[in-house]
């Protein structure tokens, strides 16, 4: 039977029609799913009353699947069959993956996404992450009594398209609608009400397990929009055990552990860990198989002093978006704290120290990106009166831009530009006669194509015959609220046009995006040589095609020995584009055309006899 | 006669404005539609309306418009959980048969 809820004044909804709305915060270490019930957004938890689901998925040999709290159990005796983590493989390849070597997972090396042997045959990291949300979706239809009609999913904010490609299809297929992906720092910054909050600059500190994310928001008439983005993929909560793990390991006096029990004492060590954040000192107390026992205590200070390092070094990426952004420390109006890690009061400490003000911590950490994700979801579900409505913008990560002549990038939009956007450019054709031309989309900052991110290529056909330079071609980029990108180029006199939905070319690590952003910085110099040396090959390459097919047509026009100092230049121009000197290249452009400057008045003055042949003059003159 | 809520049903509601941040009670109403011919409403309430009868219990507002107190009288709301579900319940002396989803009633 249904249970009723309170709905917003005038929001009841008719019998059966409940329009059913959760979010996911679908994490690296561990999910949550959050609704909005009577009016307030609450986490779902399972029926021992815990919300938080381990993102761990074993595949059992009976054919059987564990998710979660079962799952974790099972890590240290069927590491191959369980898979934690597996966020971190979403929409890469296995090249992009960091340390698949000490990984206990046995790869399958595909084309596209990196694939997962196990005892129930391959899987990928697709299907893997459907399990944790079919897990979670079962729960919120046993909590709410009914069929949900979508879900907001949050993704961090550098995911690329391949990332958020593959998050959508995951939710596809645990039969989760998805009404909307959302960036985590803006769902944790939904969840404190920032969005009714004081216009200004917020700042998102995200420590979770294993990664940390540092996003810029900056809140302006109730719209959010990513600033800037950091972070450290290998950076979160597991280092801070496996510190303490060491110091355990320095400190008792033992024997190398086996696997087993380095297990044990790594699952201990994150026990104490977390304990300290509410105690002054934690006991490390295990009986170990091979008959040792460990009996230490740690004190909050020796924890704080042990992880100094890793403390300080969140504050590097914090410093570079910051930078990124434009501002100074304290430009922000507020910091949000996100991740289970961030519980550590050193960690609060350092923040608070470094922006000069007290972090946001009352919401619990852990949950509020899906509680954020949850008042997202209750408004795109149509639960909320339209005043109330909030729309939420976020940015790409990287630009997005096309290949032009000389393999150089044309940026269309460019990094950081809000979401969803449309910009469109117009090309033309490069040769007389030319019927078709070819797309390739790419996404980067640097301006040689070779040194970013194919994305998708396409062509346009069907282009009427013209003279170069005569098409227009226009190409539009589309990219919705959820990130995702599709490109259209249409001939405007014809109006044949040709299209690509990016499909994720998977394989960029986040470590790549954050080099392909800083050799974008370091390489500008560089960038901007290789441009002009590009320019001018592309410049000279268009005026000798452009001589040559003038000689053809009209070479009656010139003397013999015209035509062989036109000749020598264009050997001449022809062994400058070999070299790297753009100055020299465009001084040879120079000399060609001067070569052919008496030509071209020629064959102007023959061509506007031809036209004129067989006309009035009076014709012309109205 | 009156409209009434158990203690645990008012314990929740004055939970949930309070976090909600704002609103003055509970509107409990019948709208007619549903598998069986008549649906319940409940609503949070900002403010009441001219025609309202208000009631309290258990220190909140129960508010109800005229129209729908024939087919209310006398009902108790309850909050009960049910496996993983939760939310509240009427218990209504008026109702005949009820669709057994416990959204739509008949009198
Ligand atoms: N009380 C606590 N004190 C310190 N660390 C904690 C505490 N509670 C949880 N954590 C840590 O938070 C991390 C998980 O954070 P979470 O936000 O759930 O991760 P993710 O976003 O990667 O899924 C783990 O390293 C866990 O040990
Ligand atoms: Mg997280």
């Known amino acids: ?622 | 006669m009156s409209v009434t809520l158990s203690e645990s049903a008012a314990k929740h509601v004055s939970n949930f404005i309070a976090k909600r941040g704002r609103g003055v009670g509970i509107r409990l109403g019948v709208k007619t539609s549903g598998c069986s011919g008549m649906a319940y409403k409940l609503e949070f309430v900002d403010e009441t309306q001219g025609e309202d009868v208000v009631f309290e219990s258990h220190g909140v507002k129960v508010i109800v418009d005229p129209k729908s107190l024939p087919y209310l009288e006398g009902t108790e709301l309850d909050f009960v959980r049910e496996g993983l579900n939760e939310g509240f319940k009427f218990n209504n002396p008026n109702v005949k048969d009820q669709c057994g989803c416990g959204e739509s009633f008949n009198v």
């Not at chain 1, 939710?171 to 998805?178: D, S, W």
Request: with cysteine.
């Open chain 1, 1 to 622: 039977m249904a249970l009723l809820q309170i709905a917003e004044p005038g929001m009841s909804a008719e019998p059966h029609k409940h329009r059913l709305a959760v979010g996911i915060d679908l994490g690296t270490t561990n999910s949550l799913v959050a609704t909005v019930r009577n009016g307030i957004a609450v986490c779902l938890a399972d029926e021992t009353g815990r919300s938080m689901l381990p993102s761990v998925v074993r595949y059992r040999a009976d054919g059987s699947i564990d998710v979660g709290h079962k799952a974790v159990a099972a890590q240290a005796t069927d590491a191959k069959n369980t898979i934690v983590s597996v966020k971190r493989f979403m929409g890469r390849g296995l090249k992009d993956v960091a340390h698949v070597e000490t990984m206990p997972y046995d790869f399958e090396d595909s084309t596209g996404m990196v694939r997962l042997r196990t005892v129930q045959g391959v899987k990928s990291p697709v299907e893997i992450s459907a399990e944790i949300l079919r897990t979670l979706r079962r729960r919120a239809e046993a909590s709410l009594a009914g069929e949900l009609v979508g879900a907001v999913i949050t993704v961090p904010a550098y995911f690329d398209d391949a990332q958020r490609q593959a998050t959508k299809d995951a939710a596809t297929l645990a039969g989760l609608p998805v009404l909307r992906l959302l960036n985590e720092p803006t769902a944790a910054a939904v969840a404190y009400g920032l969005d009714n909050a004081a216009e200004g600059v917020y700042a998102v500190y995200d420590l979770g397990g294993g990664t940390f994310d540092l996003s810029i928001l900056k809140l302006s008439r109730g719209v959010f929009e990513v600033l800037s983005t950091n972070g450290d993929a290998a950076l979160g909560g597991d280092d801070f055990d496996h510190r303490l793990f060491c110091w355990i390991l320095d400190k008792a006096d033992i024997a190398p552990p086996s696997m087993e029990d380095a297990r044990r004492l790594q699952m201990k060590a994150r026990e104490a860990k977390e304990l300290l954040s509410s105690c002054e000192e934690a006991p490390v107390h295990v009986a170990l198989r091979s008959g040792e026992e460990v009996n230490l205590v740690v004190t909050r200070d020796e924890f704080a002093d042990m992880t100094r390092h890793l403390v300080q070094k969140t504050l590097g990426p914090v410093r570079k978006a910051l930078r990124d952004a434009g501002l100074a420390p304290d430009e922000v109006k507020g910091v949000v704290m996100v991740g289970g890690a961030t519980r550590m009061p050193h960690i609060q400490r350092a923040v608070a120290e470094y922006f000069g003000q007290e972090p946001l911590t009352n919401l619990d950490p852990d949950k509020v990106v899906a509680l954020g994700a949850a008042m997202q979801a209750n408004v795109l579900a149509g639960n909320r009166k339209d005043e109330d409505d909030w729309l939420l913008l976020d940015v790409i990560p990287l630009s997005l831009g096309l290949e032009t002549m000389g393999g150089l990038t044309e940026k269309v939009i460019p990094r950081n530009s809000t979401l969803p956007i449309a910009r469109a450019q117009e090309f033309t054709t490069f040769k007389d006669g030319q019927t078709a031309m070819a797309f390739h989309v790419v996404q980067g900052e640097r301006e040689l194509v070779s040194d970013c991110r194919s994305l998708a290529r396409f062509e346009l056909r069907g282009i009427p015959p013209m003279v170069a330079g005569a098409a227009r071609i226009r190409v539009s980029f589309q990219v919705d609220a959820d990130g995702l990108l599709s490109v259209s180029a249409r001939e405007m006199s014809s109006g044949v046009e040709a299209s690509v939905l990016v499909k994720p070319s998977y394989g960029l690590t986040d470590d790549e995006i954050a080099g392909m952003l800083k050799s974008g910085v370091e390489h500008a110099g560089d960038d901007m040589l290789a441009r002009a040396l590009r320019e001018q090959q592309v410049e000279a390459e268009r005026v000798i095609e452009a001589t040559e097919h003038a000689i053809e047509q009209d070479g009656a026009l010139l003397s013999a020995d015209e035509r062989a100092a036109i000749e020598k230049s264009i050997t001449n121009l022809r062994a400058l584009c070999a070299g790297q000197d753009h100055r020299a290249i465009k001084s040879g452009i120079d000399a060609l055309s001067r070569a052919t400057d008496d030509f071209a008045a020629r064959r102007m003055d023959s061509s506007i006899r031809n036209a004129l042949a067989g006309h009035k003059v009076d014709e012309f003159e109205t």
